[in-house]
């Protein structure tokens, strides 16, 4: 604050040293988050990285109103997904599907993996076709553990209505991939 | 109840949302219908599999080179984007410029531009221009009237000057042709001059000779002697 007051009364500006301190300390914990999120909407890696990289240096341009950290990482999330959003629309889908079955899913044991591939490839084409505001919930539920507390905080939603849809997104899926499934689990 | 029905509960009962009342009747059939219970089973291991599905598609970790990346970039940015302004500030400089938009909004008309004379609208009926009459009081209804022909800025100021100034009456249907008139003088000087010189032979009252009256002569009756004074005739 002091070097902000010097730079006012000198007639230069500079940096506020103790927010670049602060921003340094959300760094350090956010990338993970901004990249999973995009992840989830992309399922290619190194778009998902692109986009995370964009949602932080957004976000250090915004850091002046984002300086409490819930508020920060609600913002984040909310930055990265639109980011991915807008980056789906522009590559397309279908290349995007084609693109994303060639990626590897990490798996257990072989023989999980020869199941999971095809039912993580079902289960990701199902997760795509849920509506916005189911997905980001249902995706969010699984980053890093989130309960519906946390994830009303981050989406800025009532308590109830975060249940609500992610009870709709597992149920939806569910009986979308009941058919897929069956095979698979009987062997 | 049959089957049917409960294979409808089921995947919401593997969700854990399944209502109470309806748990209980789908739990006590199950310990009757192996079927069911196969089924069931099947719904819990596909909502487990989500679940890891889900988690396994947002569990991966971004490569080390991101955070570099993001530092670099942040080092990279220009210098006026680099600052943080304390977030009272946008909000002071917003409230600054409305108060000054106010300020602005709020301020006293500007004076108008001062005029030789002022004009008002003449009440009389059309007719040729009145000589100047010695001054007398204004008629209330001329006043009155004037008061509210009168171009007022609502400024005191100005109205007291307007008051200290000469007035011309314009004649009705001729205001126009009297601003013109005034717009003129205003932008042509040269030209105010010599209109100014034949306004002030207009100004000058005409000359009217004295009415002479010559005294009246009352001749003195021929005929009858002089009348008897207050008299009576009898």
Known sequence: MDALADGLSG????????????????LADSPTLAFRVALSVLRNRAEAEDVAQEALLRAYRNFGRLRDRERFRGWLVRTAWRLALDRIRSTGRRERREQAAMDPHPAPTAEDLAASREFQRHLADAIEDLPEKLRIVLVLSSIEGHDTRELAILLSLPEGTVKSRLFLARRRLAEKLKWIAKPIMAG | ??????????????????????????????????????????????????????????????????????????????????????????????????LAALALWLRPHAPPVPHPFRLA??????????????????????????????????????????????????PPGEWQAAMQFVATLQRDPKRASVLAKSLERSRNPLEAADLNISSLEIAGLEGPEDLPRGGDNR
């Not at chain 2, 854990?16 to 291991?45: K, N, S, Y």
């Open chain 1, 11 to 26: 007639g230069a500006v500079t940096l506020d040293a103790s927010l670049e301190r602060e921003f340094e300390q959300r």
């Open chain 2, 121 to 170: 609208p003449e009440i009389t009926s059309r007719a040729a221009p009145r000589p100047a009459l010695p001054a007398e009081p204004a008629p209330a209804h001329t006043a009155a009237n004037r008061a509210h022909a009168h171009i007022s800025s609502g400024c005191a100021k100005n109205a007291a000057r307007q008051a200290a100034l000469p007035e011309v009456l314009v």
């Open chain 2, 1 to 98: 109840m049959d089957c049917e029905t409960y294979h409808g509960w089921m995947t919401e009962a593997a969700l854990g949302a399944l209502d109470p009342a309806r748990e209980a009747r789908l739990r006590a059939h199950l310990e009757a219908c192996a079927a069911c219970r196969e089924e069931f089973r099947r719904a819990q291991t596909l909502a487990q599999a989500i679940e890891l599905g889900v988690a396994a598609s947002v569990s991966a970790e971004p490569s080390p080179v991101l955070l570099a990346r993001v530092r670099a970039q942040i080092a990279a940015e220009p210098a006026p984007s680099r600052l943080f302004l304390p977030s009272w500030i946008p909000l002071a400089a917003g409230a600054l410029a409305a």
